[in-house]
C-alpha cells in the first residue's frame, strides 16, 4: 500500500470514527450521571436521521431546517423518555433501568418498522453535501469533510457547557452525589432531563451525518451503530467527554485501515470495534481516559 492510499484510507476512518464520538458522547454524559448504559440510545440516532429524510422528503424543508427538526425533536424525545421510562425508576435496582432501556430499543425499532416499514430508504443528499474535493491526491466529499469538524466544535462546546456554566457544575455535581445535589436546592430531575437532551440532539446529528454518508436510512439502522458507539465510550473511558471522542476516533480508524490492509477481513469488519474492545478491557479496564474517574467527571 503506498503513502497516498494509506492517507486516503485515515481520511475515511477519521470521518467514521467522527460518526461514532457524536453517539458515544451521549452513552458517557448519561453514565456518568446515572450509571444507566442507555442502549435506546442508538435508536434515538435513528430517529434523529429519520426527522431529517422525512423533514427533506415529505416537508420539504431545506437541509439546515430539516437537521433542526431532527436536533430538537431528539433532544425532546430523549426528555420525554426520562421523564416517562427512567425517572420513575430513579431508586429502582440498577437492572431494572437497564431492561427498562432495552425494552423502549426494541419499541423504537419495532414501532418505525410498523409504521415505516423495514424497507431501507434513499436519503435525499443535497448535491452539495456530495461536492468532492481533491486535496494532495486526497478526495472527499464535503460531508465527509464536515464531520469531524462539526465534532471537534460540539466537543469544544459540551466541555465549555460542563466547566464553565452552572448547568455544567450541577452536571458534574450531580455525577458525584445525587442526593448531595437536592440538599443544595437543585433539581436534580431537570438537570438529568438536559442530560438526556444533550446526549439525543448530538446522536441526531451523528444519524443526520451517517444517512448523508451512506445514504439510506431504515428502523434498525441504530443497532449495530449504536453497540459500535458503546464500545467506543468503554475504549476511551466511559464517564470521559473527551474519552468517548477518542474512542470514537480508534473505533473508526481501527475498522477503516485493517480493512485496508487486509481486504480479506473484509466481512469480518464490524468485529474489530468490539475485538479491540476486549483488549482495551483486559489491559485497561477502566478505559483509556479512565484512570482519575473517580476524582473527577467528564
Known amino acids: 500500500m503506498d503513502f497516498s492510499v494509506f492517507m486516503q484510507q485515515m481520511v475515511n476512518g477519521f470521518s467514521l470514527g467522527s460518526m461514532y464520538a457524536l453517539i458515544a458522547i451521549g452513552y458517557t454524559m448519561v453514565y456518568g450521571v446515572l450509571r444507566l448504559i442507555n442502549f435506546a440510545h442508538g435508536d434515538i440516532m435513528m430517529v434523529g436521521a429519520f426527522l431529517a429524510y422525512f423533514g427533506i422528503a415529505f416537508l420539504e424543508l431545506p437541509f439546515v431546517a430539516a437537521v433542526l427538526l431532527a436536533i430538537f425533536g431528539s433532544a425532546l424525545l430523549g426528555m420525554l423518555t426520562d421523564k416517562i421510562a427512567y425517572k420513575p425508576l430513579r431508586e429502582?435496582?440498577?437492572?431494572?433501568?437497564?431492561?427498562?432501556?432495552?425494552?423502549?430499543?426494541?419499541?423504537?425499532?419495532?414501532?418505525?418498522?410498523?409504521f415505516f416499514g423495514g424497507v431501507p430508504r434513499a436519503f435525499p443528499v443535497p448535491d452539495y453535501m456530495e461536492y468532492i474535493i481533491n486535496l494532495g491526491g486526497l478526495t472527499f466529499s464535503v460531508?465527509?469533510?464536515?464531520?469531524?469538524?462539526?465534532?471537534?466544535?460540539?466537543?469544544?462546546?459540551?466541555?465549555?457547557?460542563?466547566?464553565?456554566?452552572?448547568?455544567?457544575m450541577a452536571i458534574r455535581a450531580l455525577a458525584f452525589d445525587v442526593n448531595t445535589v437536592?440538599?443544595?436546592?437543585?433539581?436534580?430531575?431537570?438537570?438529568?432531563?438536559?442530560?438526556?437532551?444533550?446526549?439525543?440532539?448530538?446522536?441526531?446529528?451523528?444519524?443526520?451525518?451517517?444517512?448523508?454518508n451512506?445514504?439510506?436510512?431504515?428502523?434498525?439502522?441504530g443497532v449495530l451503530?449504536?453497540?459500535?458507539?458503546?464500545?467506543?465510550?468503554?475504549?476511551?473511558?466511559?464517564?470521559?467527554v473527551t474519552g468517548a471522542v477518542l474512542g470514537g476516533f480508534i473505533i473508526g480508524f481501527t475498522e477503516v485501515v485493517v480493512i485496508a490492509f487486509m481486504p480479506e477481513l473484509g466481512g469480518y469488519k464490524d468485529a474489530f470495534a468490539f475485538v479491540?474492545?476486549?483488549?482495551?478491557?483486559?489491559?485497561?479496564?477502566?478505559?483509556?481516559l479512565g484512570y482519575d474517574f473517580e476524582k473527577s467527571r467528564f
Open 92 to 114: 429502582a435496582p440498577k437492572i431494572s433501568l437497564l431492561i427498562t432501556a432495552i425494552g423502549i430499543s426494541f419499541f423504537l425499532e419495532n414501532a418505525f418498522n410498523v
Open 143 to 168: 460531508a465527509s469533510l464536515l464531520v469531524p469538524i462539526v465534532t471537534l466544535i460540539l466537543l469544544a462546546l459540551i466541555l465549555l457547557v460542563l466547566f464553565k456554566t452552572k448547568y455544567g
Open 182 to 212: 437536592n440538599l443544595m436546592g437543585i433539581d436534580a430531575n431537570r438537570i438529568i432531563m438536559l442530560v438526556f437532551g444533550m446526549g439525543s440532539a448530538l446522536a441526531a446529528i451523528g444519524g443526520v451525518f451517517w444517512a448523508l
Open 214 to 221: 451512506y445514504p439510506t436510512v431504515e428502523p434498525m439502522m
Open 225 to 240: 451503530i449504536g453497540l459500535k458507539a458503546f464500545a467506543a465510550a468503554v475504549v476511551g473511558g466511559i464517564g470521559s
Open 276 to 288: 479491540f474492545l476486549i483488549l482495551v478491557l483486559l489491559f485497561k479496564p477502566t478505559g483509556i
